[in-house]
């Protein structure tokens, strides 16, 4: 499976987003998708990923009431809202497939958000 990461841009601190990652085909019930992000100069870090039929989600206990996974089985589509945006938040984001339960070895080419005024 292709995965496409869209959405990202300049945001000013508080602001929204919302991020797109479509896939190259169905992934109900086969795919568990995941959110990362990494920093310049840190490592990638998870932030969220859902279940392959959506019933069930997981999320960095740092950005729990901020940030939220979603995803449209219809539209191979899964979704990243991020809210109450902060400069630390910065960073290209990249989303990712597993396999029944596997590791994320399928990877999206990342798109970058950059929160600033």
């Known amino acids: 499976v292709q995965l496409q990461a869209s959405g990202g841009g300049l945001v000013q601190p508080g602001g929204f987003l919302r991020l797109s990652c479509v896939a190259s085909r169905s992934t109900s019930g086969r795919y568990t998708v995941g959110w990362f992000r990494q920093a310049p100069g840190k490592e990638r870090f998870f932030v969220a990923s859902?279940?392959?039929?959506?019933?069930?989600?997981y999320g960095a206990d740092s950005l729990k009431g901020r940030f939220t996974i979603s995803r449209d089985n219809a539209k191979n589509t899964v979704y990243l809202q991020m809210n109450s945006l902060k400069p630390e938040d910065t960073a290209v984001y990249f989303c990712a497939a597993a396999y029944r339960g596997g590791t994320f070895e399928y990877w999206g080419q990342g798109t970058l958000v950059t929160v600033s005024s």
């Open positions: 859902i279940s392959s039929t959506g019933s069930s989600a």
